[in-house]
């Protein structure tokens, strides 16, 4: 089976050693044949794929200049809007709801050539670490079938991890990108919160969702990224701020770049044997001529607090929309506001629930306060942590994840035990600063650990470099 | 004990969420639990901290980024008004509200 990257794919499609519609039919097999198993795909779009491959076909055939994913077959995590195909978040609510627009991301990419296979499973509302809380069955770890390939964006990582796509988007909320990246072992980055557009992207919790690309190599995120990062109209909070040549900065020397190391994400709690990887990692780094610097960050203990206040909250607002009127469900009763009770009650699953009644609750009078305003509070102390770094150090090292992916069913009785599983990765969500999680080898040669590179805010760039660089020296097979 | 049962009621209710009798129980439960943990952010003096909402700095937004406030058509009701569960275009209908 071949492992094709963009680049690879775009330069067959253009030396016309396979058609765009040979590739996509190619992609189909493969997901006919493995998908059943993983279920990583909820919905497919063949009708729309091959649309655009015949379009990319007649370009090839008429010797048009190819955009840089032309023919690229890619999977879209199912939060994220395709018009005319099914979008249900992973949820009974919308389990019949089909977008009447893409998102901003989906356009852009199929502008650029790509081919949207389909769309990918997820936790319902990207609410969870193990794609457990989807309610159309768990996704399978194509590295290890009895294990989680985490979440929320399971689907899309592993999608890329098997084979199945050549690229995919996820979102990423409190790690939900990065730490299935992980899990599956394959590059996952999510940009600066406002680098990419949010437009059309089912909300959890706003002010800190973000899309992201999945990828086989780290230059192949560059060239993701690259299209869908940029100021966007439809999106107030997707800034104006310039965007990098980030597949010309991926190829340029680190030498002398300081790479902080927080002693905090190395604590109790994680993994020896994952500790022992991000070390040899770390040794890898130091070999390309980076200087390591022992940094604090001394709030990072509270992240996981913080971050379950303000993201539950922010999702319990926005999920007030589900009310069986406009869209999705409805469980009819005589009484409007008994008709909005069945209809919540009935459509959404227990974490979703379980997150409206905390979220509620944080927010209620009396307890706003104590519970909200604190965390927005500590959420800028967190924030302030970063800044301080980076007057110290260009980048920040971390495992993504304290363990590699657990077992299917090991952790979904306890709800605080799976959000603990989150503490490397919240951080950078609610600093709002860009993250990438890189292979570093693999437990007993099989489960995937993965290295995390947070950069300042807007410093994609940097990130990607070392990222890139780490790859090429091998860090991936530590 | 951090949430009782009667606070989770008052809670779903403000949701509007029907919750069976063993989901109240459970959520309580670990609702509980996680308000127990979160309590650890009472270690921290937030009093001279200002809240942060969300991470733009102020030249990212605002100005920069706020539009002519001008209309732009999209042609997405029919679309939309199709899937509603009980659309009457171009209306959404609702069980009703006011008695006669």
């Known amino acids: 089976m071949t492992k094709w990257t963009i680049d690879s794919a775009r330069e067959a499609i253009a030396g016309k050693k396979i058609s765009a519609r040979e590739l996509a039919d190619e992609y189909y097999k493969r997901i006919e044949a493995r998908n059943p198993e993983l279920n990583a795909f909820l919905a497919l779009s063949p009708e729309r794929a091959y649309a655009q ?33 099914k979008t249900t978040c992973g949820s009974k609510i919308l389990e019949q709801y089909v977008p009447p627009y893409d998102a901003t991301a989906v356009t852009r990419l199929e502008a650029a050539g790509a081919v949207i296979l389909g769309k990918t499973n997820c936790d319902e509302f990207a609410m969870g670490s193990s794609n457990e809380n989807s309610a159309f069955g768990v996704v399978r770890n194509p590295e290890a079938t009895d294990r989680v390939p985490g979440g929320s964006s399971g689907g899309s990582a592993a999608a890329v991890a098997a084979g199945l796509a050549v690229a995919s988007l996820g979102t990423d909320t409190g790690g939900s990108i990065r730490q299935p990246g992980s899990f599956c072992g394959v590059p996952a980055m999510m940009g600066s919160y406002g ?21 086989n190599n780290v230059k192949d995120i560059a060239t993701v990224l690259q299209i869908i990062a ?43 044997e994952v500790r022992k990887k991000i070390e040899a990692g770390i040794e890898v780094l130091k070999r390309i001529g980076c200087k390591t610097v022992e940094i604090a960050m001394p709030h990072t203990d509270y992240a996981i607090a913080t971050y379950y206040i303000i993201a539950t909250a922010e999702a319990s607002s926005n999920l007030a929309r589900y009310d069986g009127v406009r869209y999705g469900l409805r469980v009819d009763d005589d009484s409007l506001l008994a008709m909005y009770r069945k209809t919540r009650g009935a459509g959404f699953g227990p974490e979703v629930k379980r997150r409206i009644v905390l979220g509620t609750y944080v927010l209620s009078a009396g307890y706003y306060e104590a519970y909200y305003l604190k965390g927005q509070k500590v959420r800028a102390l967190i924030a302030q942590d970063f800044r301080d770094a980076y007057t110290k150090v260009d980048v920040i090292v971390t495992p993504t994840s304290p363990v590699p992916a657990f077992k299917l069913g090991e952790r979904t009785a306890d709800p605080l ?34 290295l995390q590179i947070f950069g300042p805010a807007f410093g994609e760039a940097k990130v990607l470099q070392l990222a890139h660089l780490f790859e090429l020296a091998g860090g991936g097979t530590v | 004990m951090k949430i009782s049962r009667e606070d989770v009621l008052r809670v779903a209710e403000l949701a509007y969420l029907d919750l069976s009798e063993s989901e109240l129980e459970t959520y309580r439960l670990q609702i509980d639990e996680i308000l127990e943990y979160i309590g650890k952010l009472n270690e921290l003096d937030t009093a001279n901290v200002e809240p942060m909402a969300q991470v733009l700095a102020d030249d990212q937004t605002a100005d920069a980024t706020l539009r002519e406030d001008v209309e732009i058509p999209v042609h997405a009701a029919a679309e939309l008004l199709r899937q509603a569960p009980d659309p009457e275009p171009p209306y959404f209908c609702v069980p009703k509200v006011i008695e006669r």
């Open chain 1, 53 to 85: 491959a015949d379009k990319v076909d007649a370009m090839v055939a008429s010797g048009k200049p190819l955009p840089p994913m032309a023919g690229v077959p890619i999977a879209i995590k199912d939060t994220i809007s395709t018009r005319g195909t």
């Open chain 1, 417 to 450: 035990q799976m959000y603990l599983a989150d503490i490397y990765t919240v951080t950078g969500s609610l600093a709002g600063v860009p993250g990438i999680s890189v292979p570093c080898g693999r437990i007993c040669g099989k489960l995937p650990v993965g």
């Open chain 1, 195 to 215: 680098r990419v557009s949010r437009y059309g992207l089912i909300a959890f919790a706003s002010s800190l969702d973000r899309i992201g690309p999945f990828a």
């Open chain 1, 230 to 272: 940029g100021r966007d109209p439809q999106d107030s909070t997707s800034t104006t701020a310039p965007v990098p040549e980030y597949r010309t900065e991926v190829g340029k020397p680190v030498t002398g770049l300081r790479v902080g190391i927080p002693k905090e994400y190395f604590g109790a709690g994680m993994d020896g």
